[in-house]
C-alpha cells in the first residue's frame, strides 16, 4: 500500500469547532494579547498563512473573510485578498469590518494607523518552535475563535492529533543501517532549517541527521563536509544549487536528490506539518511505496513446474494401475493447502467505518467505532469474542496479532491512523492460524 493512500495526504479537518451544550457565557469573554473578545470573533483577517492553516485545521475557516496573498490553502481560495502580508492594502482589509486580524510581522506605520483609528484589533502570533509550544499556539488560537472551554478543547486535541500523526508516520519508517542526511535550504547563502525551529525539528521525525543543525560558523562549508545524501530546498532553489560551485560534487546534486518545497508551506503549522512531514519520508524511504512484497513461498508457475517433473496423474493410472486411484491421490493431496489456495487470500474492502485523518483507537475506548472495528477484526479471524464497543485487553490482544501478521512496525495493541486505514482495505492479511 502507498503511503500517500496509507496517511490519506489530502487531510481533512476531525474535529468540529463549536459545543451546543456551551452557552455564550460559558465561553466568552476571552482575553488575548491585551485584547478581550465578548463573543466569537465572525470577521477574521490573517496575513500569517501559519495562522489560517491552524485556524483551517481547527475547523474556524468560515470566520475568516479576508486573506493576504500568501494565504494559499484551498479552503480560503475564495476569500477577499488584501495584498502581501507585510504590506496589506489597509482599506481592503477595512471593507470586511474584520473583528481581528492575525498579522506575521509588525506592519508598516501607514497600515498600523489606519486599522487603530478604527479600533481594529491586530495580533501577531509567534511561531512554535517544540511540541509543547504548538499545543499553545493551537489553545490559544482556538480559545479566540471559538471560545474558552469548547474552543481551547478543540485547538488542545487538534496538536494532539498532528503530534500523534507525526509519530505515527516516524514509526512506519523502515530501519536503515545508515543514518540517512538531510537539510532544507531556503536559499544558497547558508539560510537554512536549522533544530531550534518547528520545521528542521520536522527532518528528525524523518529519522534524518540534520546536518545543519544550528547556524554556528560558515553553514555551506558545514553541508560540502557532511555531504548530505538528500536536500530540500524553497522553490527555484534547485537549480540555483546545481548551478553554484560549492554544492556541484555533493551526492544530493550528483544524484539528483534534490526536491522542492515551497518554504511557506514548510514553515506552515496546520495540516501542512503532515503533509510536509510525510513528503519527506516518502522520498528518502521509496520502499515504502513499493507493492507489498509477496510471500516467499513458491509462486503458482514455479510450484506447477516442479509439480510438473513427477507423474501426472493421467499418467500414473496408466503405467501403475495399482498405484492409489485418482480419487484417493486427490485427497493425499488435498490435505495440504494448495498454492492456489495459499495464494489466494482474497479479502474485501471494509467501508463501515469512515475513517479520518488522526483517528486511531486505544485500550479503554468505546463507542460505536470500537464495535466497528471489532466486528472487522473478527471478520478477519483476529477476535475470537463478540463486539462489545469497548476497547478492552481482548481487543487489544487481537490488534497485537494484526500487527505481527502484517509485518508492522512496533505491534504494541493500539491501532494508529495508518492502521486502521490498512485494517479496512482489501490488502490486509487475515489471520491465517483461523482458516
Known amino acids: 500500500m502507498k503511503l500517500r493512500t496509507m ?56 470566520q475568516i473573510k479576508a486573506r493576504s496573498q500568501e494565504c494559499t490553502q484551498e479552503e480560503i481560495a475564495d476569500v477577499k485578498q488584501v495584498g502581501k502580508k507585510n504590506a496589506p492594502d489597509a482599506d481592503k482589509i477595512l471593507s470586511v469590518k474584520p473583528d481581528i486580524v492575525f498579522a506575521e510581522k509588525e506592519l508598516a506605520d501607514n497600515v498600523r494607523k489606519k486599522l487603530a483609528d478604527k479600533d481594529i484589533k491586530v495580533i501577531t502570533m509567534v511561531r512554535a518552535k517544540n511540541n509543547q509550544e504548538l499545543s499553545v499556539l ?86 560540502t563536509l557532511s555531504n548530505p545524501q538528500y536536500i530540500f530546498c524553497d522553490t527555484g532553489v534547485k537549480d540555483q544549487l546545481k548551478a553554484e560551485g560549492a554544492f556541484k560534487n ?43 512484497q509477496e510471500s516467499s513461498e513458491p509462486s503458482v508457475e514455479e510450484s506447477s513446474e516442479e509439480e510438473s517433473s513427477e507423474p501426472s496423474v493421467e499418467e500414473s493410472s496408466e503405467e501403475e494401475s495399482s498405484e492409489p486411484s485418482v480419487e484417493e491421490s486427490s485427497e493425499e493431496e488435498s490435505s495440504e493447502p494448495s498454492v ?39 471478520t478477519l479471524g483476529y477476535l475470537k469474542e ?18 505481527e501478521t502484517n509485518r508492522l512496525e512496533n505491534p504494541d495493541g493500539n491501532l494508529s491512523n495508518p492502521e486502521l486505514y490498512l485494517l479496512f482495505s482489501n490488502e490486509v492479511l487475515p489471520n491465517e492460524a483461523s482458516r
Not at 515551497?262 to 506552515?268: A, C, I, Q, T
Not at 495459499?342 to 479479502?347: G, H, L, M, Q
Request: one cysteine or more.
Open 340 to 378: 492456489e489456495e495459499s495464494s489466494e487470500i482474497i479479502v474485501e474492502a471494509d467501508d463501515s467505518l469512515t475513517i479520518t485523518p488522526y483517528m486511531n483507537y486505544r485500550l479503554g475506548e468505546e463507542g460505536d467505532n470500537v464495535t466497528i472495528i471489532q466486528n472487522r477484526l473478527k
Open 7 to 62: 496517511i490519506a495526504l489530502l487531510l481533512c479537518v476531525m474535529m468540529t469547532a463549536g459545543c451546543s451544550q456551551m452557552t455564550i457565557s460559558d465561553e466568552y469573554p476571552v482575553t488575548i494579547a491585551g485584547y478581550t473578545f465578548e463573543t466569537s470573533p465572525q470577521s477574521i483577517v490573517c496575513l500569517d498563512d501559519s495562522v489560517a492553516d491552524i485556524l483551517i485545521a481547527c475547523g474556524f475557516s468560515e
Open 138 to 223: 493551537y489553545e490559544s488560537l482556538a480559545t479566540v475563535a471559538g471560545g474558552k472551554k469548547s474552543g481551547k478543547t478543540t485547538g488542545a486535541e487538534k496538536a494532539e492529533s498532528i503530534i500523534l500523526t507525526m509519530g505515527d508516520l516516524q514509526r512506519i519508517i523502515p530501519e536503515q543501517k545508515i543514518l540517512i542526511t538531510a537539510c532544507y535550504l531556503y536559499d544558497t547563502k547558508g539560510n537554512a532549517a536549522y533544530d531550534d525551529s518547528f520545521a528542521g525539528k520536522l527532518l528528525s521525525y524523518a529519522n534524518a541527521d540534520n546536518v545543519c543543525k544550528n547556524d554556528d560558523g560558515d553553514v555551506i562549508q558545514k553541508i
Open 386 to 403: 463478540e463486539p462489545t464497543g469497548i476497547y478492552d485487553e481482548k481487543t487489544a490482544e487481537a490488534v497485537m496479532a494484526y500487527e
Open 250 to 292: 555533493l551526492n544530493a546534486v550528483k544524484n539528483d536528490r534534490i526536491y522542492e518545497i515551497d518554504k511557506s508551506l514548510f514553515e506552515r503549522q496546520g495540516n501542512s506539518i503532515t503533509e510536509v512531514l510525510s513528503f519527506m519520508i516518502e522520498t528518502m524511504y521509496p520502499e515504502l511505496n513499493e507493492p507489498k
